[in-house]
């Protein structure tokens, strides 16, 4: 059994940071990627950023810029550091694991909202 589990949202405002970190666990044979995605009130889930084994990443267009994916792969760990935070960013946060299977795990999601 594969578990996600993210820290780090939050209550931030507008301009500031955050930093998201997903930790996994169980057995994971090997790991081909890791990803941030959100879910804002109201809308589907959608990619902000992801790293895969090679190291690439991969942002959406809306982050790019302001957001950074990085991964421990000792820990297992995913981060995802969130700069000049906009209100637009408010969502539930969730941690995306794909496993060398091609097999996919979801964190329980981790809240961040951008207010003054």
């Known amino acids: 059994q594969v578990q996600l589990v993210e820290s780090g949202g939050g209550l931030v405002q507008p301009g500031g940071s955050l930093r998201l970190s997903c930790a996994a666990s169980g057995s994971i044979a090997g790991i081909n990627g890791m990803g941030w995605y959100r879910q804002a009130p109201g809308k589907q889930r959608e990619l902000v950023a992801q790293?895969?084994?090679?190291?690439?990443?991969n942002y959406s267009d809306s982050v790019k810029g302001r957001f950074t994916i990085s991964r421990d792969n000792a820990k297992k760990t995913v981060y995802l550091q969130m700069n000049s935070l906009k209100p637009e960013d408010t969502a539930v946060y969730y941690c995306?694991?794909?496993?060398?299977?091609?097999?996919?795990?979801w964190g329980q999601g981790t809240q961040v909202t951008v207010s003054s």
């Open positions: 790293i895969v084994s090679s190291g690439n990443t």
């Open positions: 995306r694991l794909i496993t060398a299977w091609r097999v996919g795990y």
